[in-house]
C-alpha cells in the first residue's frame, strides 16, 4: 500500500451493517452468472406484488410537474406534520396527544436517528437497545462519543424483554432506552404490560428518554400494537415512524420523530434538534407530498397487503417446524422472522451458515450475530416478502444445505 494514502478515521471504520455487507459475496456471484434469491432485505420493494400504493405514487408525480421542486420548512411540511400528529393520536390502540408542532419530519428514520444520538449523547453516555437490534443502534451511537448496551430478549418465549437483565443494566448514564415495536429482526411485539413495566423502570431514571422505533406500527397480525407514547405519564418517549414499511415506500427516505414530553424535560433537547434540523436544510419536497396522500387517504389497501405478508408468514412457520435443524418463534408483527440453527456446528458459525448457503444453494439470508454478537447468534433473518413459490423454493434449498452438512458433519 501507498505510504501516501491518506488516513480514514477510526469512527468510519468501526461502522458494520450486517443487511448490506453480505450483499456483497452475492453481487459477486451474480456477476458470475448465477441467480440468488435475496431474502436479506426488509425492503417491500424488492419484491413483485407490494408496490408503493398508486395514489402516493401520483401525489409525488404532481408535486413534481407542479414545480413544487423547492426546500420543505426544515421540520417538515406543515400539513405533512399536521396528518403525521392526526395519525398518531388516532390510532387504534395508543393514540396519544400528539401536537403537530411535536413532529420533525427527516430523511427517514435513520437520519431521525442521527440527530437524535447527536442531540443526547455525549462522550461516555449509554444508550440501551434489546439484544438483537436493527444495527444502526449499535453503528450510530458511538459516532457522537456514545456506547450502546444491550438489553436480553428471551429467544424462548417470543422474544420478550428480559426484564431482570434491562433493570441491572439501567443506571445514570443511560439517557436513551430504545424499544423496536414490532422488532427488527424477531418480529416480536411488546404487550401493554410490558410497556408499563418499561416506562415504570425508566421513571426512576429522571434523565433517560425512551426511543420508541414504531416503524412496523401497522404490520401486526393480530392487531395487538399499541404505542409507547400513550402509556407515558412523566417519561418523554420519542415516536419514530414513517413511510419506509407500512407504506412501502423505503426509497422515498421520509419518516419523522414525534416527542412526546408530558413533563417538559426536553426543552433544552428539543432546540438542539431544531439546530440540528436547521443545518441540514429539510427532507425532499415531493415524497413529502407522496407520504402526505397516504396518510389522508384511503387506507384499505393496507389490510390486503397485511394479509398477504401473514400468509406467507404462515407458509414460512409451517415450513421451519417440518425442517430439522431449524426452530422459530412466530413473529406477531414486521416481515421477518429470526430463525435458531439448531445443528451445532452452526451454533456459533452463523455468519459461515449464511455465505456457505449462499454458495452453495444461492439463497441470501442475514447472518443473526449482525444484530447482536452476543444474544444473536446462532440464528439467521429471513424477509418473508418474496411470494410464496419463491419462499417454498427457498425452504427446499435450506433443508437440502442443512441435511447435506448435517451428514458431512457425521462423518468427519
Ligand atoms: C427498526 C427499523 N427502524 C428504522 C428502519 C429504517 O427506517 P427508514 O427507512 O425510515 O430510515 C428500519 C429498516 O429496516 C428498521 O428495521
Request: aromatic share 8%.
Amino acid at each position: 500500500m501507498s505510504s501516501n494514502h491518506i488516513k480514514v478515521t477510526d469512527r468510519a471504520t468501526k461502522i458494520e451493517y450486517a443487511i448490506r455487507d453480505v450483499v456483497v459475496p452475492a453481487t459477486k456471484l451474480e456477476e458470475e452468472g448465477h441467480e440468488i434469491i435475496k431474502l436479506n432485505i426488509g425492503d417491500p420493494l424488492a419484491y413483485p406484488g407490494l408496490p408503493t400504493p398508486e395514489h402516493m405514487v401520483q401525489a409525488f408525480q404532481e408535486a413534481l410537474s407542479k414545480q413544487e421542486n423547492g426546500y420543505s420548512h426544515s421540520y417538515g411540511m406543515m400539513d405533512l406534520r399536521i396528518a403525521i400528529s392526526k395519525n398518531e393520536k388516532s390510532k387504534n390502540n395508543g393514540g396519544w396527544n400528539c401536537n403537530p408542532d411535536d413532529v420533525y419530519v427527516c430523511h427517514g428514520v435513520t437520519e431521525a436517528l442521527q440527530i437524535i444520538f447527536a442531540a443526547f449523547l455525549e462522550e461516555g453516555d449509554l444508550l440501551l437497545s434489546p439484544g438483537p437490534h436493527y444495527p444502526p443502534y449499535l453503528t450510530y451511537p458511538q459516532l457522537y462519543g456514545g456506547r450502546t448496551v444491550e438489553y436480553r430478549l428471551n429467544p424462548s418465549d417470543n422474544w420478550k424483554i428480559d426484564f431482570d437483565d434491562l433493570e441491572s443494566k439501567m443506571n445514570e448514564n443511560v439517557k436513551l432506552l430504545v424499544l423496536i415495536n414490532p422488532n427488527n429482526p424477531t418480529g416480536g411485539i411488546i404487550t401493554e404490560e410490558e410497556l408499563d413495566r418499561v416506562i415504570k423502570i425508566t421513571e426512576k431514571w429522571p434523565q433517560c428518554t425512551i426511543i420508541s422505533d414504531e416503524i412496523y406500527d401497522r404490520l401486526n397480525f393480530d392487531n395487538s400494537h399499541i404505542s409507547a407514547a400513550s402509556r407515558s405519564k412523566s417519561v418523554p418517549v420519542i415516536t419514530l415512524n414513517g413511510v419506509s414499511k407500512v407504506y412501502y415506500a423505503p426509497g422515498w427516505r421520509i419518516g419523522y420523530m414525534a416527542i412526546h414530553d408530558p413533563e417538559n424535560r426536553l426543552t433544552k433537547v428539543r432546540d438542539g434538534i431544531e439546530r440540528l434540523l436547521r443545518s441540514r436544510l429539510c427532507a425532499s419536497t415531493p415524497a413529502q407530498k407522496g407520504y402526505l396522500a397516504g396518510l389522508s387517504e384511503n387506507d384499505d389497501w393496507m389490510l390486503k397487503y397485511l394479509n398477504k405478508v401473514k400468509k406467507q408468514r404462515d407458509v414460512c412457520v409451517k415450513r421451519i417446524n417440518e425442517i430439522e435443524g431449524l426452530e422459530v418463534q412466530v413473529p406477531a408483527g414486521a416481515f421477518y422472522m429470526f430463525v435458531k440453527l439448531t445443528d451445532p456446528q452452526w451454533q456459533n458459525n452463523d455468519k459461515k451458515f449464511v455465505l456457505d448457503l449462499l454458495h452453495e444453494e444461492h439463497v441470501l439470508l442475514v447472518h443473526g450475530s449482525g444484530f447482536s454478537p452476543e444474544f444473536g447468534k446462532g440464528h439467521v433473518r429471513l424477509v418473508y416478502l418474496p411470494d410464496e413459490k419463491i419462499l417454498n423454493e427457498s425452504f427446499d434449498r435450506i433443508d437440502r444445505f442443512l441435511t447435506r452438512h448435517r451428514e458431512n458433519f457425521s462423518d468427519s
